[in-house]
């Protein structure tokens, strides 16, 4: 149902924008929520923002709020992540995820709540 493949990672200089997409491999599939996680060298893994399929409502870690934008397709299983205003410490592996089942708002962040996971693609911002 929900294999998840990554796109759009790339090596940007600082100020620049990436916008990552995220696919599933089955057309059909339809998340409650989707959400973008990242992973940077020796830190824990991090939430950056969700969406929910239905009302396209949206949530933001502090870093990302302002300069960080999660979006969905309204007809496929897609969901974006436009960038700006990269700086370094936005260097990442950056993982798509999404929850077959419904997530509280106060858990929206909370990774053990998405049960499909990407590979990953990395985001490395230059100074």
Same mark, same amino acid.
């Given at each position: 149902?929900? %294999?998840?493949?990554?796109?759009?990672?790339?090596?940007? %200089?600082?100020?620049?924008?990436?916008?990552?997409?995220? #696919?599933?491999?089955?057309?059909?599939?339809?998340?409650?929520?989707?959400?973008? +996680?990242?992973?940077?060298?020796?830190?824990?893994?991090? +939430?950056?923002?969700?969406?929910?399929?239905?009302?396209?409502?949206?949530?933001?870690?502090?870093?990302?709020?302002?300069? +960080? #934008?999660?979006?969905?397709?309204?007809?496929?299983?897609?969901? +974006?992540? %436009?960038?700006?205003?990269?700086?370094?410490?936005?260097?990442?592996? *950056?993982?798509?995820?999404?929850?077959?089942?419904?997530?509280?708002?106060?858990?929206?962040?909370?990774?053990?709540?998405?049960? *499909?996971?990407? %590979?990953?693609?990395?985001?490395?911002?230059?100074?």
């Amino acid at each position: 149902q929900g %294999q998840l493949v990554e796109s759009g990672g790339g090596l940007v %200089q600082a100020g620049g924008s990436l916008r990552l997409s995220c #696919t599933a491999s089955d057309r059909s599939f339809r998340p409650y929520n989707w959400a973008w +996680f990242r992973l940077a060298p020796g830190k824990e893994r991090e +939430f950056v923002a969700a969406i929910r399929r239905l009302g396209g409502i949206t949530y933001y870690e502090d870093h990302a709020k302002g300069r +960080f #934008t999660i979006s969905r397709d309204s007809a496929e299983p897609t969901v +974006f992540l %436009q960038m700006s205003s990269l700086n370094p410490d936005d260097t990442a592996v *950056y993982y798509c995820a999404a929850s077959s089942r419904y997530i509280i708002t106060s858990e929206t962040s909370a990774a053990r709540n998405y049960d *499909y996971w990407g %590979q990953g693609t990395q985001v490395t911002v230059s100074s």
